[in-house]
């Protein structure tokens, strides 16, 4: 029996995103309140696309303080129209991907993943960029990772919370970036810019955005953080389930098998 039980365990355990046995796939948006994984992912998303919304709404400034003068050409339209691009091919690509990959590689793992790429594009702007040039590659990847979490957390609360419910799930999931963007760019970003421009209407050099780009960094990673306390929650509870659904058959195998009676030898005759 002990063989037996391993032996299923560890067919079952291959594949824990399978939240039905955590949450309810019917969870309304009062009890999705109370869970835990919905704070860890709704906090991770706050943090992780408000950090990138931030920069977005600040590139044309960025280039400025990069170039130092205010005559920048047309490089902000085209970085503004890359991030676009491929923020769509992010949403593609990775929605894609984490269909092709769901049982080898949760979505919350790629979101995990996706996060900490994030603070690295912040921390190469911030330590590595000193052209406009080498802020394309940036902008690359970092409309990619946006557009990434755009499509991933949509069906990470699909699969948490199921599709009952999903529209006013996902509509207060959504609003979590517009919370952070207020603070993370009205009282970071723009009052370090206003700081270190000491009066004038723009600001040159590495440290109009220099530690605000560090700042957001810490922030992404502090995202992966918690989209890590969720897996690592969900997991747990998931195996709990499993192991005790596994428990339970046993236990009824064993109960039938000691109730039922043993079956007669079959004489030639009746084979």
């Not at 995990?112 to 590659?137: E, H, N, R, W």
């Amino acid at each position: 029996e002990e063989v037996t039980y391993e032996r299923l365990s560890a067919k079952m355990l291959r594949d824990t995103n399978d939240f039905s046995l955590v949450y309810s796939q019917r969870t309304n948006l009062a009890k999705m309140l109370m869970t835990f994984s919905f704070w860890m992912v709704f906090i991770s998303f706050m943090l992780v696309e408000g950090a990138g919304l931030t920069v977005i709404n600040n590139l044309g400034s960025l280039v400025v303080a990069i170039e130092g003068t205010p005559d920048t050409g047309a490089q902000k339209e085209i970085l503004v129209s890359i991030v676009a691009i491929c923020s769509c091919l992010g949403r593609l690509v990775f929605g894609f991907f984490s269909d092709w990959s769901a049982k080898s590689c949760s979505r919350s793992m790629i979101q995990l993943f996706g996060s900490i790429a994030m603070g690295v594009v912040m921390l190469y702007i911030s330590l590595v960029v000193k052209t406009v040039g080498q802020l394309y590659p940036a902008v690359v990847a970092l409309g990619l990772v946006y557009g990434a979490a755009m499509t991933l957390i949509p069906s990470i609360t699909n699969d948490l919370f199921g599709s009952r419910f999903f529209g006013s799930n996902w509509s207060l999931m959504r609003a979590a970036p517009g919370v952070s963007i207020f603070v993370l760019s009205a009282f970071i970003a723009s009052k370090l810019y206003d700081h270190y421009a000491a009066g004038q209407p723009l600001c040159y050099g590495w440290y109009c955005f220099g530690w605000s780009l560090i700042i957001m960094c810490g922030v992404c990673w502090l995202g992966a953080l918690l989209m890590g306390f969720h897996m690592a929650f969900t997991t747990w509870r998931t195996r709990q389930a499993i192991r005790k659904k596994l428990a339970e058959i046993l236990a009824e195998s064993s109960s039938e098998d000691v109730s039922s009676p043993e079956r007669p030898p079959q004489s030639p005759e009746d084979l």
